[in-house]
């Protein structure tokens, strides 16, 4: 059974960090490329960030770049979301997946296998 547990969201002010972690368990992540989405209340899931198997490779959209920063330790088992600089607009349900075999860094949601159950993020 494949499980993927968010933490550390909360609420900050403008300008503060937070740490997102993602436990997984019933699956190896070393096979799999991994990403985080956020959906904010009436908007679409959005990708904030997606890393390679190996950590090798990131890839971030313009709207978080520079402030976000993903990691991944698979010997953990987990995955990381360093937020920097937080903003309003930052606000949102942020979750991680495991992206299908044969895909890596993408942003399509349509690409992402497994899936955590989320974690609040808002800032004021």
């Known amino acids: 059974h494949v499980q993927l547990v968010e933490s550390g969201g909360g609420s900050v002010q403008t300008g503060g960090s937070l740490r997102l972690s993602c436990v997984a368990s019933g699956v190896t992540i070393n096979w799999y490329c991994m990403g985080w989405f956020r959906q904010a209340l009436g908007k679409d899931r959005e990708e904030v960030a997606s890393?390679?198997?190996?950590?090798?490779?990131?890839s971030y959209p313009s709207s978080v770049k520079g402030r976000f920063t993903i990691s991944r330790d698979n010997g953990k088992s987990t995955l990381y979301l360093q937020m920097n600089d937080l903003k309003p607009e930052d606000s949102a349900m942020y979750y991680c997946?495991?992206?299908?075999?044969?895909?890596?860094?993408?942003?399509?949601?349509?690409?992402?296998?497994?899936w955590g159950q989320g974690t609040q993020v808002t800032v004021s």
């Open positions: 890393i390679s198997a190996e950590g090798g490779a990131t």
């Open positions: 997946a495991t992206q299908r075999q044969g895909s890596c860094l993408s942003s399509d949601s349509r690409d992402y296998r497994y």
